[in-house]
């Protein structure tokens, strides 16, 4: 059964930073090494938004937080990870990094302006 719980999220004012974290269970090592893992988010009143992805060693990121956000990946802890920093209020949202189908309860982020 593969199990997911993001963490790290909490109340930060504008311009601070803040680690998010992503543990998953129940993932085989390969198929999770070989697995595009990313962070969404989803904020009140506005559509999901795919923020960051990573594959081996290639990220990408949305235009909205491109030099603002890490996104990082430790295989043999199948963990994902997501430094953020330069925080704005926009970014207030829940947090999720879903296993291909599988989705965790999220973690909220809000940042106060």
């Known amino acids: 059964q593969v199990r997911l719980v993001e963490s790290g999220g909490g109340l930060v004012q504008a311009g601070g930073s803040l680690r998010l974290s992503c543990k998953t269970s129940?993932?085989?090592?390969?198929?999770?090494?070989?697995?595009?893992m990313g962070w969404y988010r989803h904020a009140p009143g506005k559509q999901r938004e795919l923020v960051a992805t990573i594959r081996g060693s290639t990220t990408n990121y949305a235009a909205s937080v491109k030099g603002r956000f890490t996104i990082s990946k430790d295989n043999t802890k199948r963990t994902v990870s997501l430094q953020m920093n330069s925080l704005t209020p926009e970014d207030t949202a829940v947090y999720y990094c879903?296993?291909?189908?599988?989705w965790g309860p999220g973690t909220q982020l809000t940042v106060s302006s």
């Open positions: 879903p296993f291909h189908d599988r």
């Open positions: 129940g993932t085989i090592l390969s198929v999770f090494t070989s697995t595009t």
